[in-house]
């Protein structure tokens, strides 16, 4: 069963997600939140594997409580998923930097609200359809200068190569149509990068692939 928090100041926003999400047979609402403080004591107390994470609210607001999550090593293994009301949303890149799995419009489809939470479950980044490609071309557009990563250097060739195409955002899918491998052998490629590199998520690959230099804006198609 996966276990889900749901933190927004906007009451009827959290009862919609809640119908939705209990509807499901392997997921459960474990608890909610109406501001950025409270979601930090009922993510500590509850210990759910998803936050859907509004990025507004009042007293900490969902950057900060997303870096302080990500940041304590005893909740690695919760999930983080912001909320925003506009796809390119000018906190969405802080977001992705600050730890989080990926984001959601909140009038996204029902079924992708759903199919995100298995999603980040399973390890994988979770963009709003149509935006990831743009959401990578604007992060290029913004990166720094390269900087050595040092955990870079005990990546195979082809490990290597398939972080550069997560980093221009190809699904596993379509990895390994242009690898010619199967998907299977795609997405174990893109496992074992992330275990090298520590990376929580394919989320944090798109950032070291920018960041390392290994991708670099005007890669995209």
């Keep these: ?119 980040v479950v399973e390890g994988d980044a979770l963009l709003s359809p149509g935006v990831t490609r743009r959401l990578i071309a604007e992060f290029a557009s913004r990166s720094k200068e390269p900087v050595e990563v040092a955990s870079l250097a005990g990546l195979t060739e082809r490990e290597r190569e398939v972080m550069a195409l997560v980093g221009i955002g190809l699904t596993n899918d379509e990895i390994a149509r242009r690898l010619v491998v199967s998907p299977l052998t795609a997405k174990t490629h893109v496992s074992r990068t992330m275990v090298k590199l520590g990376a929580r998520d394919r989320a944090q690959l798109v950032v070291l692939a920018y960041e390392s230099g290994l991708v670099r804006p005007g890669w995209l198609g």
């Design 1 to 119: 069963m996966i276990r889900v928090l749901l933190a927004d100041d906007q009451a009827l926003v959290r009862a919609g997600f809640r119908a939705l999400l209990d509807a499901q047979p392997d997921i459960e609402v474990a608890g909610e939140a109406a501001d950025g403080e409270e979601a930090l004591r009922r993510v500590r107390e509850l210990r759910p594997d998803v936050v859907l994470m509004d990025i507004r609210m009042p007293l900490l607001d969902g950057l900060a409580a997303t870096r302080r999550i990500t940041d304590d090593g005893g909740l690695a293994q919760v999930r983080v998923v912001m909320l925003t009301t506009f796809e390119l949303d000018e906190y969405v890149f802080e977001a992705i930097r600050s730890g989080a799995s990926g984001f959601l419009v909140k009038d996204t489809e029902p079924e992708e609200l759903v199919r995100a939470v298995r999603a």
